[in-house]
RNA sequence: GCAGCCGUAGCUCAGUUGGUUAGAGCACCAGAUUGUGGAUCUGGGGGUCCCCCGUUCGAGCCGGGGCGGCUGUACCA
């Protein structure tokens, strides 16, 4: 194969590969999430990371674009499918395909990937983990309210107390919000949802953006124009208002909503249900953690009731030194219309979903115990000195597992120096070491890498580093597992 | 999708008005050291200068088109 044939080794746009110190971070902070939702009550489920595409939503491949955000092919006898873009809609699937079964309300929780065929961006990828808790069949708040108050435990449980607030909106009173200012029924549907969305970017665009989008539209830093919802001046002050209904208690906050909705059936309704829920919140003690926050609205049309969402309140510096906070690691609400479509009658629903890699980025800003002391030590490497003894290195290397060890055999081809760069590369804490010399006498040589590095700070000549040979002890054959144990008990006890 | 900026070694980048065989640092491999990870020194491998077309005696450099990347914006059911 000519070189100009050679395939060029690049993972595709938007798609990562993670290394052993990201794996065992997310490991341990899963394990850790998956015992709270375990201590709420909630049972695992996985789904299939497929799903046939009229069942994720109403999106439907054309031939023109089969591929527009989701992931999309076809199947031998033409159906179309799809990678699941969340978790939510597959959930649904399977507790409308498996309804008889299952008990009711169900609650059920699961962490697994999602793709989105998206344009990538820093900390935005096409496949990216989520990790979700959901219970399907209890119409009433409580089943909200106790869904944050999960999610509060569970951040508490990552070692982010206090540096975090679970907000709840409502849909319905945004709903009563818009029937206010005549944007009511289903003539006014996309104009909703360019509010919807306007609304959405509170937090990066400011009030004097959303301001523009509501109204004629607005020009970007590029030049770029986006068009508005086209509202006028005294129904933008109305809807920025409801945004900023937030005061300084919960019971303030419902008031103020009160107000803005008032007249509208449903608005009221919205602010009765987020007044249940502050007085269950406020009785489980969860009022500091938990808050009512007008402001936020989910992109997601789906949801039909209360929205909530995790927001860390710490500042990280973005790309320019600026501090702004972290912001949201997770979401969710209520979607008492997503089962409904499978089944005859109407099965409602609420959920979470706390987004994986960005919740684990977060920890490791905090320096979290939870992702921190990861730096545990490589495998003990039994040099290759005679390749005719391979057969005596591998028992060495049997021993040492059957103590529990972490140990391997040199694989290579390579002489004594590259081994030793190997394993220092791997992170050995130790290296055995025998050549016909030790092996007449019965003897192994132990060099442990670790104090090995620190005496070579001391030495400058390389005639004088491979003299002094530190940190390196002969023991015979008999007292390898215990020699080994106590470099090891050294340095990581 | 739209707009702006940018494409030279694995990475970060130099490269003169357009002029021989395109460079540096880091990283990698080897030797100095028959059996010792660091440091130092010496050597080595590695390039479609994003691609195509054009201008020119001659293009990494100039022009046009394309592709890719980054940033903003839109979309994100």
Request: glycine share 10%.
């Given at each position: 194969m000519s070189k100009a044939d050679k395939i060029k080794a690049r993972a595709p746009r938007g798609f990562a590969d993670r290394g052993p110190a990201d794996l065992a971070a997310t490991e341990k902070m899963l394990a850790k999430i998956r015992e709270t939702y375990e201590l709420y009550g909630f049972e695992g489920v996985e789904t299939s990371f497929v799903e046939y595409t009229d069942a994720l939503g109403k999106f439907l491949p054309d031939q023109d674009r089969p591929n527009e955000g989701v992931f999309s092919f076809?199947?031998?006898?033409?159906?179309?499918?799809?990678?699941?873009?969340?978790?939510?809609?597959?959930?649904?699937?399977?507790?409308?395909?498996?309804?008889?079964?299952?008990?009711?309300?169900?609650?059920?929780?699961?962490?697994?990937?999602?793709?989105?065929?998206?344009?990538?961006?820093?900390?935005?990828?096409?496949?990216?983990?989520?990790?979700?808790?959901?219970?399907?069949?209890?119409?009433?708040?409580?089943?909200?309210?106790?869904?944050?108050?999960?999610?509060?435990?569970?951040?508490?449980?990552?070692?982010?107390?206090?540096?975090?607030?679970?907000?709840?909106?409502?849909?319905?009173?945004?709903?009563?919000?818009?029937?206010?200012?005549?944007?009511?029924?289903?003539?006014?549907?996309?104009?909703?949802?360019?509010?919807?969305?306007?609304?959405?970017?509170?937090?990066?665009?400011?009030?004097?953006?959303?301001?523009?989008?509501?109204?004629?539209?607005?020009?970007?830093?590029?030049?770029?124009?986006?068009?508005?919802?086209?509202?006028?001046?005294?129904?933008?002050?109305?809807?920025?208002?409801?945004?900023?209904?937030?005061?300084?208690?919960?019971?303030?906050?419902?008031?103020?909503?009160?107000?803005?909705?008032?007249?509208?059936?449903?608005?009221?309704?919205?602010?009765?249900?987020?007044?249940?829920?502050?007085?269950?919140?406020?009785?489980?003690?969860?009022?500091?953690?938990?808050?009512?926050?007008?402001?936020?609205?989910?992109?997601?049309?789906?949801?039909?009731?209360?929205?909530?969402?995790?927001?860390l309140t710490f500042q990280v510096q973005d790309e320019d030194g600026r501090p702004v906070r972290f912001g949201s690691v997770g979401g969710g609400g209520r979607y008492d219309g997503l089962v409904g479509r499978f089944r005859p009658e109407p099965v409602p629903a609420t959920g979470f979903s706390i987004g994986v890699s960005r919740l684990l980025s977060a920890l490791q800003m905090v320096k979290s115990p939870i992702v921190s002391g990861n730096d545990k030590p490589g495998p003990v490497v039994v040099l290759v000195m005679d390749k005719d003894q391979i057969a005596a290195y591998q028992r060495m290397v049997s021993t040492l597992r059957k103590a529990g060890i972490r140990a391997e055999l040199y694989l290579g081809s390579s002489g004594m120096k590259a081994q030793m760069k190997y394993a220092d590369k791997r992170q050995s804490p130790c290296v055995i070491i025998q050549g016909s010399n030790e092996r007449e006498r019965g003897e192994v040589e132990i060099k442990d890498l670790i104090e090995g590095a620190k005496a070579a700070e001391a030495i400058a000549s390389n005639a004088e580093w491979k003299a002094a040979r530190p940190a390196q002890f002969s023991v015979t054959e008999d007292k390898l597992v215990d020699a080994v144990k106590d470099v090891l008990a050294r340095h990581f006890a």
């Open positions: 076809q199947d031998d006898d033409e159906q179309w499918l799809s990678l699941r873009y969340d978790l939510t809609a597959p959930l649904a699937r399977y507790v409308a395909e498996n309804f008889d079964a299952l008990p009711k309300p169900y609650r059920s929780y699961r962490a697994g990937w999602v793709f989105r065929n998206e344009k990538p961006g820093p900390g935005r990828f096409r496949q990216f983990m989520q990790f979700d808790a959901d219970t399907v069949g209890a119409a009433s708040v409580a089943a909200d309210a106790e869904i944050c108050m999960m999610a509060a435990d569970t951040l508490d449980n990552l070692g982010l107390s206090g540096q975090f607030v679970i907000k709840i909106n409502n849909r319905k009173v945004l709903d009563g919000v818009l029937e206010a200012i005549g944007l009511g029924g289903e003539e006014h549907a996309g104009q909703r949802l360019v509010v919807l969305r306007a609304i959405d970017k509170l937090d990066r665009l400011g009030p004097e953006g959303v301001k523009l989008l509501l109204g004629p539209g607005r020009k970007d830093e590029s030049g770029d124009f986006t068009k508005g919802a086209g509202l006028e001046p005294a129904d933008i002050a109305r809807v920025l208002a409801f945004t900023e209904a937030k005061g300084d208690t919960n019971a303030d906050t419902i008031a103020n909503l009160r107000q803005v909705v008032r007249g509208s059936a449903r608005g009221e309704e919205g602010a009765n249900e987020l007044a249940e829920i502050a007085a269950l919140i406020a009785e489980a003690g969860y009022e500091a953690r938990v808050m009512i926050d007008p402001s936020v609205v989910r992109g997601l049309e789906y949801y039909t009731g209360p929205v909530y969402e995790a927001d």
